[in-house]
């Protein structure tokens, strides 16, 4: 169970929260019975899809953090990152280059006080920020990401598994450009999404669940999931699914499909 529910006031419990159904996907303990039970209906739903494609979305996100560090990318922000886990973000950037520095950003004031936690006494130059992806302009300039990040650098900007919970109306295209506004060239995009091309039923079926969860779940076609990426230039294998990325686009027709969609772009 969570060890920090005493570090924040107002926990919930009761009320799924998406970043503790996410880690029940991953193996996590850091989870309640009310995560767990939307979390097994979503299972059902997907007829075990949700389970191996968080895994793979992971596996996604560690080699997209690793390859930006082998080319050279040092800074890390991740939005929206959800609580830590195995592989984290920062573990794997320092592991390919001991100059890397990360700077997490998540909503959930349980998810940023287990992160703070985590990082206590580490010594990495790691930080974690409370901010709304909606406000891009608070996270950007918040104390602990201008003392982390120099936006003079090239920077990975990591969306993973995050835009699908922003409504259509706040425009999360709109938004994305906002924070890559900061960025120079040969900055990086990793993104992941849900998306509705592939299973609309299920993934309608889905989105029911998520109505009583902390956050709304909103699957979108490629096509607008693609438009996140305007400015950058996709790497091979495109945007695609996650088996496909990983395995840098050879398509094997026993592979199971996934309703994600990964990607990762260089600015121009």
């Known amino acids: 169970m969570l060890g920090v529910t005493d570090a924040v006031g107002g926990l919930d419990a009761a009320t799924p929260n998406v970043a503790r159904m996410y880690d029940y996907w991953l193996g996590g303990k850091d989870n309640f019975a009310a995560d767990r039970a939307a979390a097994q209906r979503v299972v059902g ?7 191996e494609g968080v895994r793979l979305n992971r596996r996604f996100l560690g080699t997209a953090v690793r390859q930006a560090a082998e080319a050279g990318v040092r800074q890390f922000l991740d939005v929206g ?8 973000v920062h573990e794997v950037a320092l592991a390919a280059r001991a100059d890397a520095r ?5 909503h959930d004031p349980v998810v940023c ?17 409370q901010g709304d992806l909606r406000r891009p302009e608070e996270i950007l300039d918040h104390p602990v990401t201008r003392q982390l990040i120099d936006f003079a650098e090239p920077v990975a900007l990591i969306f993973v598994s995050v835009l699908h919970f922003v409504e259509d109306a706040d425009d999360p295209a709109a938004l994305v450009g906002r924070f ?9 995009l990793i993104l992941s999404h849900l998306a509705s ?19 709304r779940l909103g699957a979108r076609p490629r096509a607008q999931i693609l438009g ?41």
Request: avoid cysteine.
């Open 45 to 51: 739903i997907s007829e075990g899809r949700v389970t």
């Open 102 to 106: 990360v700077v997490y950003v998540d």
């Open 197 to 215: 091309d592939a299973f609309p039923d299920q993934m309608a079926r889905a989105e029911q669940v998520y109505e009583g969860a902390s956050s």
């Open 81 to 88: 990152s959800g609580l830590p886990t195995r592989e984290n």
């Open 113 to 129: 006080a287990h992160g703070r936690a985590l990082l206590a006494g580490t010594g990495d130059p790691v930080g974690f920020v």
């Open 180 to 188: 890559a506004g900061r960025l120079v060239p040969g900055s990086r």
């Open 228 to 268: 996140f990426f305007d400015g950058f230039e996709l790497l091979e294998p495109g945007l695609t699914g996650p088996p496909q990325w990983l395995a840098g686009g050879a398509e094997d027709p026993e592979a199971r499909r996934f309703a994600g969609l990964v990607g990762v772009g260089v600015k121009r």
